[in-house]
């Protein structure tokens, strides 16, 4: 009889032992599913904050403003050092004498003197115009007319697009630029050194 009890006992106790863990290992599963959830969620959040514009946007009257400010305290003789990334991504470095470019390289390389005026502080200021008249309304004209195709609504509108950058608030050389194009050549200009001779 008291065999009886004991193989009673001794079946009572797997089956309560085996009733509890699956009901761990659901917990256990439902937590490293949990924790999956949220480590996505925490990584696409950091890639949202790390991708999100954080230039402002340039207007005609900012690259007129900055213009300006060259002409009135911008050097004749400066070297300075560009980071590009984007379409063709590397570091430019141009020097400039008397107001005119001397030498320019990229990625340490010389290159050809048909493209040095455009890496001249005026050079760059005159992109950035031409970027902000003539690419921008370009863009957006296309962009509105898209959502004017695709939707069923008349008054969808899609955010303008705008160019953004900084400029040096001293002698107005622009210090970063996001660069928006309507052939989606884009590219991120930061100069790295701006030193006057």
């Not at 797997?14 to 599913?33: D, H, Q, Y």
């Not at 959830?37 to 403003?65: F, M, Y």
Request: glycine share 6%.
């Amino acid at each position: 009889m008291e065999n009886s009890n004991l193989d009673d006992a001794s079946n009572a106790c797997p089956k309560a032992a085996s009733s509890r863990r699956p009901s761990k290992l659901r917990s256990i599963a439902l937590g490293v599913g949990l924790g999956a959830v949220i480590a996505i969620a925490g990584i696409l959040a950091l890639l949202a904050l790390s991708r999100r514009e954080s230039l402002p946007p340039i207007t005609l009257d900012d690259v007129n403003a900055a213009a300006a400010r060259w002409a009135d305290h911008g050097p004749t003789d400066y070297d300075m050092d560009l980071q590009q990334s984007g379409v063709n991504p590397g570091l430019i470095h141009v020097e400039v004498r008397h107001g005119q470019v001397t030498a320019m390289t990229l990625n340490g390389h010389p290159t050809r003197p048909h493209l040095w005026d455009d890496w001249s502080v005026p050079g760059i200021l005159a992109i950035i115009r031409r970027d902000v008249e003539v690419c921008m309304p370009d863009l957006n004209a296309r962009a509105q007319q898209r959502i004017a195709a695709d939707s069923q609504n008349p008054d969808a509108s899609a955010p303008p697009i705008l160019p953004r950058g900084l400029f040096d608030p001293h002698d107005g050389h622009p210090t970063q630029y996001h660069r928006i194009t309507p052939t989606g050549a884009d590219a991120n200009w930061r100069v790295l050194k701006f030193a006057p001779r």
